[in-house]
Structures are given as structure tokens and as C-alpha cells.
């Protein structure tokens, strides 16, 4: 097991030696309540973590629909309505909120275009 010095330099390498992908940013905020706790109770001058940047999660992306799931979800309706609104959202990337909001001098007919 390796030792890290409660620097900023020694919890830096710490985190980066972790090999936990999008857990390191647990351990930073455990390390920053540890700190705190050592610096509220006279332990630790200053904070070391004043230097350092938390750790950044990834953002997962999402699996979207094949356009065989698209379409099987096209037929599967009865309005036409209902149809635009899955092809809006599945071709567009436009939110619900977005589509609801739509209104008529929205769409311009000559340019197939929407504001949105």
C-alpha cells in the first residue's frame, strides 16, 4: 500500500492513481469532508484542497433507438399526429417540451424547417 501526504500534490496523485473511473469523485468528497473536519478542528492550517480540482464525472450517453425501433413504434400508432410526434423526437433530438410548444408560424412549409 502507498502512502499520499495530505498535500495537494499527494491527494492529486492519489486521485489520479485510482483506478475507478467515475467512483474518484466519491473519494474526493470524502476527502473534502475529512479536511474540512481537520481544518474546522484546528488540524490543518489551510485546506489543501483550495489547489486542487475536483475530479470531473462522465456523462453517459445514452442508447437511442435503431431506426428499426423507430419505425416498429410509427407503425404501431393511429394518428398521424402521433406519428409526427415520434419522428420529431427521434430524428430531431427536439425535447417533449419543445414539440408541445410548437406552433403554427413556427413552421415554415416552404423550407421544411421548425423554430424551435
Request: proline residues 4%; neutral net charge.
Given at each position: 500500500m502507498r502512502n499520499y501526504e495530505l498535500t495537494p500534490d499527494?491527494?492529486?496523485s492519489f486521485l489520479a492513481n485510482l483506478k475507478c473511473g467515475n467512483a474518484k469523485h466519491a473519494y474526493y468528497r470524502a476527502i473534502r469532508a475529512f479536511i474540512n473536519w481537520?481544518?474546522?478542528n484546528d488540524y490543518l492550517?489551510?485546506?489543501?484542497l483550495k489547489?486542487?480540482?475536483p475530479p470531473k464525472s462522465s456523462k453517459p450517453i445514452l442508447?437511442?433507438?435503431t431506426t428499426e425501433q423507430v419505425n416498429?413504434?410509427?407503425d404501431r400508432v393511429d394518428t398521424?399526429?402521433?406519428?409526427?410526434?415520434i419522428s420529431l423526437?427521434?430524428?430531431?433530438?427536439?425535447?417533449?417540451?419543445?414539440?408541445?410548444?410548437?406552433?403554427?408560424?413556427?413552421?415554415?412549409?416552404q423550407s421544411c424547417t421548425i423554430t424551435i
Open positions: 499527494g491527494i492529486s481537520l481544518v474546522r492550517k489551510e485546506n489543501p489547489k486542487i480540482d442508447p437511442s433507438l416498429y413504434l410509427i398521424l399526429r402521433d406519428k409526427t410526434i423526437l427521434a430524428d430531431s433530438g427536439m425535447r417533449l417540451s419543445e414539440i408541445a410548444n410548437i406552433k403554427a408560424s413556427d413552421i415554415d412549409w
